[in-house]
Structures are given as C-alpha cells and as structure tokens.
C-alpha cells in the first residue's frame, strides 16, 4: 500500500520565524489532506489538496502530485500554532494513510 | 454547528471488560470511518461504511472488535475483552460519498484499558 513520510519530525522555531513542513508519498494519490492535532487530540482539517496549491490565512499548501510530495508553509508563526501536523493519503477506498507527524513548539 | 460528534470522549475500564463507542456523522455524509491512534503515532485506518455497507475492514480490527451502522447514520465501534493494547484514542470521520473525498474527523474517544 502507499507509504506516506512526514519531515522533520520535531521543529523548533521562535515566534515569528516561518517554517516548511514536507509529506512525501510513494503513489498516486485520490485525496491528500494536511490536519493540525490540537492538544486534547481532535483532528483540525487544514488542507484538501491532491494537487496545486491553496493559501488560509498564514498557511498555504502546495501538492506536487507528478513528483509525489506536499508541503505545508506556516509564516509568522505564532505559540499557538504549536503542536502536531499530519499529512494524510488516499489512493483509493476509505482508508487515509497518515504519516508519523512533524511536532511544531514555537517559543514566544 | 453539526461536526461529527463522539461518545463517550473518555473511557477508562478494566482488562476483559466490553466497551461500545459512538459517532454521529455530518448530517449529509454517507460516509463513516474509524481509526486509532495510539501515543506518538499517526492514526491508522480500522473500517469504514458507505451508507450502512461496511466496505473495507483493516487486519487491525481484530475478532474482539465489531462495527455496525445499521441505519447508515450514526455507528458504533465494539471491543469485547479489552486489553491493556487497545489503549488509545479511536477517532471517527465523516466524508460525502465519492472517490478521495475530504474527510472530516471527531473529537475522538479516549481509552484506558486498566
């Protein structure tokens, strides 16, 4: 099945600062979604986008379908953007395929 | 607002004990997925239903754990004779019917398995 891997795993950034977060997946995809995971576990949706790019706000997305790969940009980050963002796929059926999550903690 | 709602959004229970778990899709959604999430990882797909069919069922969901949608509205998810392993916190998500549609998730119920 396809394999979604998520980079870096852990991000450290001062208030402010802007930050690149990279999904890559190993097969053609039907559905990519990015989420923010709030600290008492409930599943923020950010982004639909199995390709092209979308901006909200401070963070825009971009899914390069050709080349596999889907990055997240946050800028002027603020403390509460911290937290855990994952990347899901689905090539086909039901089942979103998550990836292990980038953990954001961004410091006033 | 009408998101997907879960219940109970916590559950603690002792090892051999059943447990039953709710979710109420988006009212308009004919689409109904479960997964697990445990501590430190990404969720993992477990079933879901198109309507009240259940379409696809992962190796995760073992025979101790059944899902039904009768109705094809609101579903439950059931584990008989918990394990300490089956700790963790099981999400829903609701999406319209069609291919690679958005999904949109619940609260999620926690689970502690003493």
């Known amino acids: 099945g396809i394999q979604v891997e998520q980079s870096p795993p852990d991000l450290i950034l001062q208030e402010g600062a802007n930050s690149t977060l990279r999904c890559n997946f190993s097969?053609?995809?039907?559905?990519l979604q990015w989420f923010h995971q709030n600290p008492w576990g409930q599943l923020i949706n950010l982004f639909y986008?199995?390709?092209g790019t979308k901006q909200n706000g401070r963070l825009s997305a971009t899914t390069v379908a050709t080349e596999r790969y889907s990055l997240l940009y946050i800028s002027s980050s603020q403390t509460t953007d911290s937290g855990v963002y994952f990347c899901?796929?689905?090539?086909?059926?039901?089942?979103?395929?998550f990836g292990q999550g980038t953990e954001l903690s961004v410091k006033p | 607002d009408t998101g997907v709602s879960q219940d109970p959004r916590h559950k603690i229970t002792k090892r051999g004990q059943n447990v039953t778990f709710r979710c109420d899709p988006i009212?308009?959604?004919?689409?109904l997925y479960w997964y697990r999430q445990t501590l430190g990882q990404g969720p993992e797909f477990l079933t879901y239903f198109q309507n009240e069919a259940q379409l696809e069922k992962s190796r995760l969901l073992s025979n101790r754990f059944s899902a039904e949608r009768p109705k094809g509205s609101f579903s439950t998810l059931e584990i008989q004779r918990t394990e300490q392993g089956d700790s963790a916190m099981y999400l829903c998500?609701?999406?319209?019917?069609?291919?690679?549609?958005?999904?949109?998730f619940g609260p999620g119920t926690r689970l502690t398995v003493l």
């Open positions: 097969d053609s995809v039907n559905n």
């Open positions: 009212s308009e959604h004919n689409r």
């Open positions: 998500a609701s999406s319209p019917q069609g291919w690679g549609n958005e999904q949109f």
């Open positions: 899901a796929a689905l090539k086909e059926g039901g089942k979103l395929i």
């Open positions: 986008i199995p390709s």
